[in-house]
């Protein structure tokens, strides 16, 4: 199982960035695909996921109204859009697939290779 997440980068506050998680080797649209990120000095955080229709989505509160995770299973891609960033949102994020949805890091499956995002204020 490959889960290849790409789109960080660095941006000033108020911008946006699109985060991408291209999955091969496993049954892609039996998956709750998640993102999860991991600031410096902290534990690793849950920060949305969406079931395998796509028609649930869960979110922390901090993002709630600023991030929209989607998915294209034609495509086997996942994605993050972020909008309206914060300096609070600087993270390595990465992308995670499992057959239920997990905010606990401990219980996921499979892993990402994680991609930087870097806001500025």
């Known amino acids: 199982v490959q889960l290849q997440a790409s789109g960080g980068g660095l941006v000033q506050a108020g911008g946006s960035l699109r985060l991408s998680c291209a999955a091969s080797g496993l049954t892609f649209s039996g998956y709750v695909m998640s993102w999860f990120r991991q600031a410096p000095g902290k534990e690793r955080e849950f920060v949305a996921a969406i079931n395998w229709r796509g028609t649930n989505t869960y979110y922390i509160d901090s993002v709630k109204d600023r991030f929209t995770i989607s998915r294209d299973n034609a495509k086997n891609t996942a994605y993050l859009q972020m909008s309206s960033l914060k300096p609070e949102d600087t993270a390595v994020y990465y992308c995670?697939?499992?057959?239920?949805?997990?905010?606990?890091?401990?219980?996921?499956?499979?892993w990402g290779q994680g991609t930087q995002v870097t806001v500025s204020s």
């Open positions: 995670a697939a499992d057959p239920l949805t997990q905010s606990d890091p401990r219980l996921v499956h499979y």
